[in-house]
């Protein structure tokens, strides 16, 4: 099967596309993001795999579900993602549509993860460092992962930039 990437492209191209069209890059992001949740839940997951409950009834409760949190532009998507029996596609177009938005706005999303809780002054001097290595503006998320030992491990896209002591000990442990 190919993969999943492969598949969700084209829809996040065309939700991206749209978005742009119709400058609702925000309303897009929100109903994208609201219904990756939604897929994953795990009930839901149950009732969409049931080869005994069409696609229609899927549809309609789906979109009971979602009434007013998405636009009428996404529940069309959402339609045709369930008539293609593309709906478990939804997290991966949700996450690829935020990457177009964001190279399209200028800015990465980096996920920064540290030993320990960053004051604010801590992380405007690391968001700084990562503009100037990113050549962007960075929306950082801030979380602790007490594992790292010490140091800060940055995550944005594809690069990771591992400033902790644990990625220094495996570095020293792979040379020894």
């Known amino acids: 099967m190919a993969e999943i990437s492969t598949?969700?492209?084209p829809y996040?191209?065309?939700a991206f596309k749209r978005a742009k069209e119709a400058n609702a890059a925000q309303n897009w992001s929100d109903s994208l993001t609201f219904l990756a949740l939604l897929v994953q839940d795990e009930t839901l997951a149950g009732?969409?795999?049931?080869?005994?409950?069409n696609k229609q009834n899927t549809a309609q409760l789906v979109l009971d579900i979602c009434q007013d949190q998405i636009h009428d532009e996404a529940k069309n998507l959402?339609?045709?993602l369930i008539e293609n029996d593309k709906l478990p596609?939804?997290?991966q177009i949700s996450v690829m549509f935020e990457q177009y938005r964001a190279d399209d706005e200028g800015y990465v999303n980096v996920e920064l993860q540290s030993a320990y809780p960053l004051t604010k002054t801590e992380q405007g001097k690391y968001v700084a460092m990562l503009e100037k290595f990113l050549h962007k503006?960075?929306?950082?998320?801030v979380s602790v992962d007490k594992s790292l030992?010490?140091?800060?491990l940055a995550k944005a896209g594809d690069k990771v930039i591992d400033g902790s002591v644990r990625g220094q000990?495996?570095?020293l442990a792979k040379r020894l």
């Open 12 to 14: 996040a191209q065309a």
């Open 137 to 141: 503006k960075v929306n950082a998320s």
């Open 149 to 152: 030992i010490g140091g800060i």
């Open 47 to 53: 009732i969409v795999a049931n080869p005994r409950v």
């Open 89 to 91: 596609l939804l997290p």
């Open 78 to 80: 959402l339609k045709v």
């Open 7 to 9: 598949l969700a492209r």
């Open 169 to 171: 000990l495996h570095q």
